[in-house]
């Protein structure tokens, strides 16, 4: 494997070893919270304008097919973390707790000299609710799982915020989005001057409901609905921070050996227009590829010299093998089976072909990507399923089941066992204990007794009273 990888890297660099005795990058994961595939200027959207993403798409690798690890929020952040699928971890849906059992990247890269960090929402500690923040006692928060730093709410937040840095509680002004870049700065400019490595983990609250964009950033939406203008003034408000932080990183002089990785955690909404997943099929909560195809984009100007758009199949689950790769990060330190693969052999490279397929597992529905093939199981109960060629049905209305027989017979007896091996990973056969130890149930954070002494004052705030009366 070793071999090959190295084979593989000589498509861009002249050896193994040249990036082995490269300085260590800095890794920047900036995630959006359900932008939907189409929702970018790159892809002609016909009302929002995104020129720093595709001033990004332009300098780096745009992918055209990058999956969510899940069609929600949750599993998918646990795929990042983990480079494991979701249900391996624990995290079945929006909301569960990443379990402590997990290896993260955050942990991998402080053992390899990294300073790390968390900004924004975090959806991994077993609550639900609109964004609160993180208790310092909360035994699942960002600082358990490898981060020193971090400025984190439960969940989805906006505007004025208020979030919990390292657990002391601060009350912030401005959008999500420009609150966690200006953070991220600050983390980043202390590295800096210690000339530490760092890893940042920017995860906004935005597009996510409730909606709720400044009038400036929603004015070139005067003509749609009340939801869509505020949705697509978030993204507005997203991509205008985008530009400032890119451009505070080349003022200091770090990015050119900056890894920014920039995705969404799932597919687009229902409800909102223009539409958000650029014709194809599904929104957010299904595994039909509006459901998890969403926007990516790679950039590194010290390795990724010219624009690169590929249709290679990627997903979150390759975050972690590709930034173990580059760091050189101990096979030890990740916990096995891994679902995703090292994209280090595509960078400046004509790739389109994926060796390994994508497997996707969410409740009662799965899938399985092997280049232009997607497997759906439409109910993994009754073991219902369905098979698409993207290439020639983007939109998923030609079941070919049927008419590919074999194909179809091979294909969904690869997913049902490798859906054992899942199996296993949930009952904690992956672990050193061979068992799981104890998890908390999801729940609502207005019930939990660790947020009743706050509740007086959270029931002032508009982004809670709702949610804190309805549970009274």
Not at 408 to 429: A, I, P, Q, T
Request: proline share 6%.
């Amino acid at each position: 494997m070793r071999l090959f990888i190295c084979i593989c890297l000589g498509l861009f660099i002249n050896s193994c070893s040249k990036i082995e005795n490269l300085e260590k990058p800095n890794i920047i994961l900036i995630m959006t919270d359900d932008q939907g595939w189409g929702q970018t200027g790159y892809y002609n959207h016909p009302a929002l304008k995104t020129p720093n993403l595709d001033e990004m798409a332009r300098n780096g690798i745009r992918f055209d097919r990058f999956y969510a690890g899940a069609p929600v929020c949750s599993p998918t952040r646990a795929s990042v973390l983990t480079g494991r699928v979701n249900d391996r971890t624990g995290v079945f849906d929006h909301g569960y707790a990443l379990r402590t059992q997990e290896k993260t990247i955050a942990q991998a890269l402080k053992k390899v000299g990294y300073s790390t960090g968390h900004f924004g929402k975090w959806h991994l500690n077993g609550l639900r609710g609109p964004g609160a923040p993180i208790l310092k006692d909360d035994t699942y928060s960002p600082g358990k799982f490898g981060f020193d730093y971090w400025l984190s709410t439960t969940n989805f937040f906006d505007i004025n915020p208020l979030m919990s840095k390292n657990g002391e509680f601060v009350d912030l002004k401005g959008t999500s989005s420009k609150v966690i870049f200006d953070e991220a700065l600050r983390f980043i400019e202390r590295n800096k001057e210690t000339k530490s490595p760092f890893f940042a983990v920017i995860w906004d609250g935005s597009p996510h409901d409730p909606w709720l964009a400044n009038d400036n950033d929603k004015k070139s939406f005067q003509n749609l609905d009340q939801k869509s203008q505020n949705h697509y003034g978030e993204l507005v408000a997203f991509d205008n921070n985008l530009g400032i932080f890119r451009k505070k990183l080349r003022e200091m002089n770090v990015s050119n050996n900056t890894i920014i990785w920039f995705c969404s955690d799932n597919g687009g909404l229902k409800n909102i227009y223009p539409e958000t997943v650029g014709g194809l099929k599904g929104f957010k909560g299904s595994i039909w590829e509006g459901g998890i195809r969403v926007p990516a984009i790679i950039e590194w100007p010290l390795m990724i010299k010219k624009k690169q758009t590929t249709a290679y199949p990627a997903s979150t689950m390759d975050i972690f093998p590709t930034i173990a790769d580059i760091a050189q990060i101990d096979k030890t330190d990740m916990i096995q089976p891994i679902d995703g693969i090292s994209l280090l052999p595509i960078i400046n490279s004509n790739f389109e072909k994926r060796e390994i397929k994508i497997p996707f597992r969410f409740k009662d529905k799965g899938a399985l990507i092997d280049n232009n093939l997607k497997l759906i199981a439409t109910s993994l109960i009754n073991e219902e399923f369905e098979l698409y060629d993207l290439e020639n049905d983007p939109k998923e209305s030609n079941n070919l089941a049927n008419t590919k027989p074999e194909l179809f017979k091979n294909m969904k007896s690869e997913y049902l066992e490798w859906s054992l091996s899942v199996d296993s990973s949930v009952l904690g056969r992956d672990y050193p204990e061979n068992t799981l130890l104890d998890q908390p149930e999801r729940h609502f954070w207005m019930i939990d007794d660790r947020y009743k002494p706050y509740l007086d004052e959270f029931i002032k705030r508009p982004e809670y009273e709702k949610r804190i009366k309805r549970m009274k």
